[in-house]
């Protein structure tokens, strides 16, 4: 087992493996707004805003 110690100090190397991973595979670094179709806070909206918020723009981009 992993003292408490060990994990503060591993989860930064870890994350920082994880995003040099990605952004070797797709490109571009993963937290990159440039490369996000949408982007929405859910913590100012519950799950369904969100879905109705989700469906309407979808809705509108099959309509075109």
């Known amino acids: 087992a992993m003292s408490?110690?060990?994990a503060v100090k591993t989860i930064p190397k870890a994350e920082k493996a994880r995003?040099?991973?990605?952004?070797?595979y797709a490109?571009?670094?993963q937290?990159?707004?440039v490369h996000?179709?949408?982007l929405i806070n859910t913590g100012r909206?519950?799950?369904d805003?969100?879905?109705?918020?989700?469906?309407?723009?979808i809705r509108e981009k099959l309509d075109k």
């Open 4 to 6: 408490e110690d060990d």
């Open 19 to 24: 995003n040099d991973y990605y952004l070797h």
């Open 27 to 29: 490109g571009y670094a």
């Open 31 to 33: 937290d990159d707004p």
């Open 36 to 38: 996000k179709d949408i």
């Open 45 to 47: 909206f519950s799950v």
């Open 49 to 57: 805003e969100v879905s109705d918020m989700l469906e309407k723009i």
